[in-house]
């Protein structure tokens, strides 16, 4: 492998700074709307017993693992360092199953609302607690096969030394045969495919009942249509993550500089702000979610300050959540 010097070449080491601060200032501000999110999520029962919120917080916690991962990752990549195969493996995989996990979770939230508008009356049968948790596991299931099926192919394609070099780690240095990038492309657009007829699916469902909904029904089901809208968007954005291996890897054969810029661009464009729309479609946009969102915050920022903030505002909002989830 060509020194590690060379990986930087011609980029300035402060262009190549500014782009690591800038990228660690995002990810830290995304793990903390992701801890606070989570940490509110139990705070209610209604919260962790509801599928929806359920697979909310399946999405924070698999959007955060993959900030983490991946952020040490391009660390690496941009100041040279290398290590075992072994070790690169485990995390290259584990990062390619928490990016499938969360795609897969966002058609079954989508296939929740499809549930909650369309079929109303059969909404607590289909989507209690039990199956929701029978749910997880099968996304996970769906999830790893990617991963197997790439695995199962790398073992069989190389020998024992291959697992003790030291590598810059990335995805696409494990696409040793032609053969096994297009088998890695197939199978990304086949669950692509999948998804994306899952989610159109979903909507037109969801537009014919908002042609005949009326009043506060014509309210919800307009909601139902957006969020279903931002969850195509996202899924989108992170499928097209999926993608991103097989492309810097056909640019890391032609230039080096290249590839390392656009795998900065990938990380932010794909990787970064798919991760800004989880907590933007249940955080924000759903009013019970808000509320205690609202609630737990003020609470804490009086107990950690000291601060006295309006009793009777803090009440009020605490009510109106409490009256929320029951």
């Known amino acids: 492998m060509a020194d590690n010097s060379s ?6 080491l402060r262009q190549i700074n500014d782009r690591v601060i800038i990228v660690q200032v995002l990810v ?7 801890s606070l999110l989570i940490m509110t999520f139990f705070k209610k029962e209604c919260f962790y017993t509801t599928t929806r919120y359920i697979l909310f917080a399946l999405t924070l916690l698999s959007d955060s693992m993959i900030l983490l991962l991946t952020d040490i990752l391009l660390i690496m990549t941009y100041f ?6 072994g070790l690169c493996i485990v995390i290259c995989f584990m990062l390619y199953i928490f990016y499938t996990v969360t795609s897969v979770t966002l058609t079954a939230m989508t296939l929740e609302r499809y549930v909650a508008i369309c079929m109303p009356l059969r909404h607590g049968e289909l989507c ?7 749910c997880i596991l099968i996304i996970h299931g769906l999830s790893s096969v990617p991963c197997i099926v790439i695995l199962s192919t790398l073992f069989a394609s190389v020998s024992l030394s291959f697992y003790s070099q030291f590598i810059l780690c990335s995805m696409e240095m494990f696409l040793v045969h032609k053969w096994q990038d297009h088998l890695m492309s197939a199978i990304n657009q086949f669950y692509f495919l999948i998804m994306i007829i ?3 699916f979903c909507y037109v469902k969801i537009m014919k009942v908002a042609k005949v909904a009326s009043g506060e029904n014509k309210k919800s089901t307009s909601k139902g249509l957006r969020t279903v809208l931002l969850h ?3 899924l989108v954005l992170c499928l097209i993550q999926l993608w991103c291996p097989s492309v810097e890897s056909a640019i890391l054969q032609i230039d080096l500089i290249l590839f390392i810029q656009v795998k900065y661009f990938n990380y932010v464009i794909f990787g970064l702000a798919p991760r800004c729309l989880s907590p933007l479609i249940y955080g924000l946009r759903d009013e019970k979610f808000f509320l205690e969102l609202k609630s737990y915050t003020f609470f804490s920022f009086q107990k950690i300050t000291g601060f006295t903030i309006n009793n009777n505002k803090c009440c009020i909002i605490y009510c109106r959540c409490h009256y929320q989830c029951y």
């Open 232 to 234: 195509g968007f996202q």
């Open 198 to 200: 899952t989610i159109v």
């Open 7 to 12: 990986l930087v070449g011609g980029e300035s």
């Open 80 to 85: 040279g360092f290398t290590m075992q195969v």
């Open 128 to 134: 209690s607690t039990r199956n929701t948790f029978h």
């Open 28 to 34: 830290m501000i995304f793990l903390c709307i992701n």
